[in-house]
């Protein structure tokens, strides 16, 4: 297990919030496998730290129900279970839908060109079925549209998911690629948005992330991840 040193890390904020972020990617990401035990002793030595500050970062992450004091076995990562990303995805999609409005008053003509370039990338990737690289200009596409909205405080809320969803997508994306109407709609999206198509875009937008979530669940649920 390797985590960035603290010294090169350092800002102005707590080193517990530094401990929190690195521990919560490195168990979102399956670094820190569901089941293992954090033995505080050992962590803090791995992050440089003393053991307040690595107390205090598993106190949140239990409060984000990422672990869990198990009797005779202290802290142990909890795995996520199909309720946790159903959870997860409709907090997303939710907060998503209600950004929509300020997303059409706040387009403009340099966002729209970027999301064209990024359409080109994705177009390539679709083609040749690179699941990696669609990935990637998938999260690009919908990030550049989200963070048109003005919305600030509902999108920490969505970018409070988005590691998650990320981890969880990477499940399902190569059965995206496949599905060639999930890529045709982000053409439609592009061009709902040229049009300033709100209701329009509600509902291609509610569709797109609701099919998202359904295919992603099948696949968690057929891996029992």
Known sequence: MSFQHFESTIESRPIRDIAYEQLKHAIITGEIPAGSRIVETVYAEQLHISRTPLREALRKLERDGLVEYVLHRGVVVRAFTINDIDEIFTIRNAMMMLIL?????????????????????????????????????????????????????????????????????????????????????????????????????????????????????????????
């Open 101 to 225: 409005p300020s997303i059409i008053e706040n387009v403009t003509e340099e966002a729209l060109e970027k999301l064209r370039g990024i359409l080109k990338e994705m177009d390539v990737a679709h083609e040749q079925e690179d699941a990696d690289a669609l990935a990637i200009q998938n999260r690009a596409f919908h990030s550049t549209i989200e963070h048109l909205s003005d919305k600030r405080r509902i999108l920490r809320v969505i970018d409070s998911q988005e590691e998650y969803i990320i981890r969880f997508s990477s499940l399902t994306i190569a059965s995206i690629v496949r599905r060639s109407n999930a890529h045709q709609e982000h053409h439609q999206m592009l061009e709902l948005l040229e049009k300033r198509d709100l209701e329009g875009l509600k509902t291609l937008m509610h569709h797109h992330l609701e099919e998202s979530k359904e295919t992603c669940l099948a696949a968690v649920a057929e891996r029992k991840f």
